[in-house]
C-alpha cells in the first residue's frame, strides 16, 4: 500500500515512539502491530487514538473482534484514559465484533468502511486481524480487506490505520504473511527478563518513508504506553542550587526523590552502598546517579571524601560540584577528593594527594581526613570510593580487606559509603556484594539506561536526566 506523501506525519500519540519513527505514522498509512498476549497492542493502541483526539483533534475507531467494550472502556479508564467522554463527545466510536462471526465478511468490512466515512475517522484501529481472520471460514476471505477495504480506508479517506496481530504464546517472530508485506510499518512488541526482571521492548521491522537508526527500544505500561529512545543529556538553562531532600532517622536521602522511592526510603544510615556499574555506561549517566547523594551531604553542611573512580580527574568532580550550586567556600570546606601524588601537583584545600603505594600508610592518611571533617562538621561523613581506583593502586587483595573494614567503621560511625565497582572482577563483585546493605546495578539495553536494585530487589527503572530544577537529577520510571 503506498502512502500519499511520505513526510506527511500524524504524532502516534505514543509517548517517546515518535522520536525513534521518525515524527510519527506516514498519514494513511497501514501499520501492523505485532506481539504476544499482554504486550501491550491495545494499550499502544488506544493511547494512538485518544491522544488523536484529545490532542490533534482527529476523530478514532476502535473495532474490537477480540475485547468486549466493557472491558476496553474499564481497563483504560484505569490508565488515565476516559473514552466515554470522548464518545459522548463524538470523537471516538468502540465497534463491538465480537459476535461477528455469523455474517458475512462484506457486511463487516461495509460496516467498517461506513463507521469510518460516517464519522470522518482519521485514525482506525483493528483488534485485532488475527480474531478476524479467525471469524471467517476461509482465511484468504479476509485477506481480501487487506486489498480492498483497508486501503480504500488508509489511502483514500487519509485515515491511519493499527492492525494488530496476535502472536502466540512461545512464538516470538511474525510470520510472513500477507498483512506484512502490505504494511507500511511492523511494529513488535515484546516481553523479555533480564536477571528476572520483567524487560518490555518494541521493535521498528519497518517504517516507510523513514531512515530506522534505532530498530529497538524499551518501554513501559507505566501510565499508559512510554517508550524510551536512547538516553540523551540535557543541558541546564538555568542553575540552581540543589535543594536538600530531607533525611529520616533510619535513612539518609539519596538526594533523589525517585531514587529514594525505588529503596523505599534511602540508604540506610551507616551503610555500605554497591554500585555496579556496566561497561557501556558513561560517567554522566552514573554520576547522576551518585552525585545528588553527594550534593545532598553537602547542602547540609556534611563532609565528603572522594576517591575518583579510573578516568574521572578532581576538575570533572569540581564541575560536577558546580552543576549542583555548590560554591567554592563549600567545596574547600566539605569535599576532599583523593588522588595520587604527580610530579608538579599543586596542593588545593579541596585535595589530598596519596603515594598510593603503600595501603597501610595511606589508609592512615585517610582517616585522618575524615576525622578532620567529622571535627569540623559535627555530622557524618559520606564515602564514595572507585575500587578501580584503589586496584591499580593496592591491588584486589588489600583493597578487599580494607573495604571490610572501612564498612565496620562507617557502621559504628553511622555514615554513608558508596563503592563503585566497574567490570571485570567478577569475584569481586561477589564478595562486594554480599558485604554490602544495598546493590545497585546499572545497564544499558537499546540504548535506555537501566537501574535496578539487587538488594533491596527491585524491578527495572529506565534512567533519564532530568534538569527541570536547574541541576542534573535523576528521573526513574519502573517497567511494568
Ligand atoms: N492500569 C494498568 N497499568 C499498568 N499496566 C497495566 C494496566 N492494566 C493492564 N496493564 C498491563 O498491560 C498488559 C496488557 O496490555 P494489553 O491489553 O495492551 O496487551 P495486549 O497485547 O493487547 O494483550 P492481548 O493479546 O491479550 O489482547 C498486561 O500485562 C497488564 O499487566
Ligand atoms: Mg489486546
Redesign the pocket.
Known amino acids: 500500500m503506498s502512502v500519499g506523501n511520505i513526510n506527511d506525519r500524524v504524532p502516534s500519540g505514543v509517548g517517546g515512539l515518535d522520536k525513534i519513527i521518525g515524527g510519527g505514522f506516514p498519514r494513511g498509512s497501514l501499520i501492523v502491530l505485532a506481539?504476544?498476549?499482554?504486550?501491550?497492542?491495545?494499550?499502544?493502541?488506544?493511547c494512538f487514538l485518544y491522544h488523536g483526539a484529545v490532542n490533534y483533534g482527529e476523530r478514532g475507531i476502535y473495532v474490537s473482534f477480540?475485547?468486549s467494550r466493557k472491558s476496553f472502556f474499564g481497563?483504560m479508564l484505569?490508565?488515565g484514559l476516559d473514552f466515554e467522554v470522548l464518545e459522548r463527545e463524538g470523537r471516538f466510536r468502540f465497534l463491538d465484533m465480537l459476535t461477528v462471526r455469523e455474517e458475512a465478511v462484506q457486511n463487516v468490512l461495509e460496516a467498517i468502511l461506513k463507521e469510518v466515512s460516517e464519522v470522518e475517522a482519521k485514525r482506525l484501529v483493528i483488534?485485532?486481524f488475527s480474531a478476524l481472520a479467525q471469524a471467517f471460514r476461509e482465511t484468504h476471505e479476509a485477506r481480501i480487506i487487506l486489498h480492498t477495504i483497508l486501503s480504500r480506508i488508509t489511502r483514500l479517506l487519509g485515515c491511519t490505520t493499527i492492525l494488530?496481530t496476535?502472536i502466540p504464546r512461545g512464538e516470538n517472530k511474525i510470520g510472513l504473511s500477507a498483512e506484512e508485506f502490505v504494511a507500511d510499518g511492523i511494529i513488535l512488541?515484546g516481553?523479555t527478563r533480564l536477571e528476572g526482571r520483567l524487560l518490555r521492548e518494541l521493535e521498528l521491522f519497518k517504517m516507510r518513508g523513514t531512515p530506522v537508526y534505532e530498530t529497538q527500544a524499551v518501554f513501559t505500561?507505566?501510565?499508559?504506553?512510554k517508550v524510551f529512545p536512547p538516553f540523551k543529556s540535557k543541558p541546564i538553562e538555568k542553575p540552581c542550587r540543589f535543594q536538600p531532600q530531607p533525611d529520616t532517622e533510619e535513612y539518609f536521602s539519596t538526594g533523589s526523590p525517585d531514587l529514594d522511592k525505588m529503596l523505599e526510603g534511602g540508604y540506610p544510615r551507616g551503610s555500605t552502598v554497591l554500585i555496579e556499574i556496566d561497561e557501556h555506561i558513561t560517567k554522566l549517566q552514573y554520576h547522576l546517579i551518585t552525585a545528588p547523594t553527594a550534593y545532598n551531604f553537602i547542602v547540609q553542611g556534611r563532609g565528603v571524601i572522594l576517591i575518583p573512580s579510573r578516568g574521572v580527574d578532581h576538575n570533572l568532580v569540581k564541575r560536577r560540584a558546580e552543576e549542583g550550586g555548590i560554591t567554592r567556600n563549600e567545596v574547600d570546606r566539605l569535599l576532599r577528593i583523593c588522588i595520587k601524588d604527580y610530579p608538579g601537583f599543586k596542593p588545593e584545600p579541596c585535595l589530598v594527594a596519596f603515594k598510593g603505594e603503600n595501603l597501610k600508610e595511606d589508609y592512615l592518611k585517610y582517616i585522618e581526613v575524615e576525622q578532620k571533617l567529622v571535627e569540623s562538621t559535627g555530622q557524618p561523613v559520606l564515602h564514595i570510593t572507585g575500587v578501580d581506583t584503589m586496584i591499580d593502586m593496592y591491588g584486589v587483595r588489600e583493597v578487599l580487606s580494607a573495604l571490610r573494614a572501612y564498612a565496620t567503621r562507617v557502621m559504628e560511625a553511622g555514615g554513608l559509603s558508596i563503592i563503585l565497582l566497574k567490570p571485570g572482577y567478577p569475584k569481586l563483585a561477589k564478595i562486594l556484594g554480599a558485604l554490602a546493605d544495598v546493590h545497585l546495578k546499572i545497564t544499558r539495553e537499546h540504548g535506555a539506561v537501566l537501574v535496578y536494585g539487587i538488594k533491596p530487589r527491585t524491578n527495572l527503572h529506565v534512567l533519564e536526566m532530568d534538569v527541570s530544577r536547574g541541576y542534573p537529577m535523576p528521573k526513574l520510571t519502573q517497567i511494568?
Request: charged share 25%; proline share 3%; aromatic share 4%.
Open positions: 506481539g504476544n498476549p499482554g504486550t501491550g497492542k491495545t494499550i499502544l493502541s488506544a477480540a475485547e481497563n484505569s490508565l483488534d485485532s494488530i496476535e512488541l516481553r505500561l507505566k501510565d499508559g504506553f511494568i
